[in-house]
């Protein structure tokens, strides 16, 4: 099978996400040219369009109106939503759905022409196409099912599928009927930004009827989870520009010629009007074209599409752009409520993507930028940029940032915060691209700062990261999981890195400060000196530096290896290895999949003097971008090959009673709501459930 990259970000996160940088680098795709708020303000002339607003005075409706807050506990009991990735703002993958089949078969698909032979399926309650490339992990609420891929499928006429876009899909959950998209154009800046084809790799949340996710342009942005079927145009933002069409100046023929010229008369072209068509605003009657400056912009005014508009057309460049604003009766699309651009405003670099699966608490949205390095995996060309933000989540306004990370982040930062009550205190876990866990006061900041409870060098001192994976220095790819008090990570690296040495933390989130298992400092005679921490490795014997136990260490026990059959020796399925993955914890019973394809199971209390409880590991032979899923007294988790394997719950149940396989990768977590899984596979969606 085919294997696709991902070059390690979401997951995504995937949370969580991901695919091969080989498949991206020898694609075709084009995107068009990208979106700016001021330029589509100048071609749209006298049309009102809202981009820019001022969030800390916009009225969006009161917190009752935007969000339905529900405590975790009881959207985990509940069983019949899963409204973030991980459920609930705890990220524990635990929901209490009931009836849920333990074996399914997809039928088959024609690798040619896609078509489906279900006469051999079974639990299929439906499937609904995504994109060519999916990392993002379903999330269902409301009656509806969201999914983060990329444009390969081209539900809006004016993005065919050969225009590489950002796409966040909506379905309807009864029949996976397509209900709206939301498209983000690719960056002009390319790769180092916005990586081809790699879509939107992260999960939204869903409170009610508002939605809110992170873009791969790097934007927090708000939607209406119902889009324009509503009727309703929600703000502040409202008549947001979107793209129809364009006409190229291929040099072949005078098609772009002749369309300047005739525009300037007043007139639309052939190839203008085969635009407008094939973008679904087929011209109907008279057309009144205006010329706001002769050869550079114009207006054009009439049905188009069935719907009466005023579109703005655009000479930019090599080509002539059509534009339209969107309306109530734009129902394929999505209605944005505000947006807040990290690139714009807080000076926010990513590396490669931007992707954070946000959660909230309250009327706090917590948000980690993606800020990273260069292209040359050397630079960070945004020192001074947040790692971290909290915000209104009714009205985009940020609260406070922080970028404790510095100078330090070793390559990009890709995971989702979690909030949990822990110790009395709301704290709100963010990982840092530094290979450190840092916990803040979930509140709304002071002088627009964070307050730092504590922070965890997830990394052993004398590791060293190395570019291209060959160190044993981690970032932290995953997402923290509060259970019971404790707090629980592993830690990975883009999976273009490959496999290498893993750790897994439980951690004590009482204590305050530096919390981590040692300290660096420097030997200085009897004394020691601490030493600041270093991106490349915090601590070179070499140079007479040293690592020292903490006595304030918060470490509750580590996994990285454990002679499981005691014969003196670790064997490959005995080591912890980098992980992308969540973990997910029941009945103090813990699963977590590591990138080498092994499920481990542990004990989640762990032994009394810091060393790990190992119930089994069982190797699935292909890598795991994912995360498991318990529910029903059953675990699933999917791999690399498109196998899901199912495992009874409990950690005597070391082999899986079924694996099945879904006909293409499978790099998200399955969840389950409303007695169904539902798995997003590297191109489909897939609702299984026993017969109702």
């Known amino acids: 099978m085919a294997r696709s990259e991902f070059s390690a970000w979401c997951l995504m996160l995937g949370s969580a996400i991901l695919g091969t940088l080989t498949t991206v680098l020898l694609s075709g795709c084009q995107p068009p040219v990208p979106l700016s708020t001021v330029t589509l303000a100048a071609a749209a002339a006298n049309e009102t369009v809202v981009a820019d607003v001022d969030k800390s005075k916009s009225d969006s409706g009161s917190a009752a109106d935007v969000s339905e807050f529900v405590p975790p506990a009881e959207v985990i009991d509940s069983g019949e939503e899963w409204p973030q990735w991980g459920g609930t703002r705890v990220r524990n993958n635990v929901p209490n759905a009931k009836n849920l089949p333990e ?45 983060g891929s990329n444009n390969g499928n081209g539900y809006l006429k004016r993005y065919p599928s050969n225009v590489d876009l950002g796409c966040l899909l909506a379905f309807d959950q009864n029949d996976g009927s397509f209900l709206w998209q939301h498209s983000s154009e690719k960056l002009i800046t390319g790769r180092v930004h916005d990586w081809p084809l790699q879509g939107i790799c992260c999960a939204p949340l869903v409170e009610g009827e508002r939605l809110w996710f992170v873009t791969s342009r790097g934007e927090v942005r708000c939607l209406d989870t119902k889009g324009f079927h509503d009727g309703e145009d929600d703000g502040p933002v409202q008549n947001e520009v979107a793209r129809v069409g364009d006409l190229m100046n291929s040099g072949e023929g005078s098609d772009y010629e002749d369309s300047l010229t005739s525009l300037n008369q007043g007139e639309l072209t052939e190839a203008l009007t085969t635009v407008l068509t094939d973008a679904g605003s087929e011209p109907e009657g008279d057309i009144e074209i205006k010329t706001i400056a002769e050869n550079k912009s114009w207006t054009a005014k009439g049905k188009f599409g069935g719907v009466e508009r005023s579109l703005a057309i655009k000479q930019l460049g090599p080509r002539i752009s059509i534009f339209k604003t969107l309306s109530v009766d734009d129902k394929r699309d999505a209605d944005v409520i505000w947006v807040f651009n990290m690139m714009d405003e807080l000076g926010v670099s990513q590396h490669n993507m931007c992707s954070c699966s946000v959660t909230s608490y309250g009327d706090l949205l917590f948000v980690n930028t993606s800020n990273g390095l260069d292209e040359s995996h050397i630079n960070l060309p945004a020192p001074e940029a947040p790692s971290f933000i909290c915000m209104n989540k009714n009205t985009g306004e940020v609260l406070w940032t ?19 009550v822990l110790g009395g ?17 979930a509140d709304g900041g002071k002088d627009g700062a964070g307050e730092l409870l504590w922070k965890f060098d997830c990394n052993p001192k004398e590791s060293k990261w190395i570019l291209g994976g060959e160190g044993t220095r981690n970032n932290l790819i995953a997402t923290p999981v509060a259970y019971d008090g404790w707090v629980y990570i592993a830690v990975g690296q883009d999976p273009e890195h490959g496999e290498g040495e893993g750790h897994l933390w439980c951690i004590d989130p009482t204590k305050r400060g530096d919390v981590s298992p040692q300290l660096a400092v420097k030997m200085e005679g009897d004394s020691r000196e601490p030493i600041e921490h270093k991106r490349i490795q915090a601590v070179e014997p070499e140079k007479g530096e040293t690592a020292v136990d903490n006595p304030n260490s918060a470490v509750v026990w580590h996994y990285s290896l454990a002679d499981q059959n005691d014969d003196g020796e670790i064997d490959f399925e005995e080591e912890m290895h980098r992980s992308c993955g969540t973990v997910a914890i029941k009945d103090d019973v813990l699963y977590i999949a590591d990138f080498s394809g092994l499920v481990h199971c542990l004990d989640a209390k762990g032994n009394d003097d810091g060393t790990p409880i190992v119930h089994f590991t069982y190797d699935m032979f292909a890598q795991s971008w994912g995360s498991p899923l318990i529910a029903d007294d059953k675990v699933y988790i999917g791999d690399e090959d498109g196998d899901v394997c199912v495992f009874e719950f409990g950690a005597e149940n070391n082999e899986p009673i079924e694996e099945i396989n879904m006909g293409t990768s499978v790099y998200s977590t399955p969840v389950a709501a409303d007695e169904t899984i539902f798995i997003s596979t590297k191109d489909k969606l897939f609702a299984i459930g026993k017969p109702r």
């Open 103 to 147: 074996s399914w078969n997809i039928g088959k698909f024609d690798r040619r022409t896609g078509e489906w032979d279900g006469s051999k399926a079974e639990n299929v309650r439906w499937f609904s196409a995504l994109g060519s490339q999916t990392y993002g992990n379903p999330v269902v609420s409301g009656g509806q099912v969201y999914v």
């Open 425 to 441: 205190v709301p704290q709100v876990l963010f990982c840092g691209g530094d290979g450190w866990l840092y916990s803040f006061k």
């Open 402 to 420: 922080d970028q404790s990370p510095g100078t330090n982040i070793l390559h990009g930062q890709w995971s989702s915060p979690s909030v949990e």
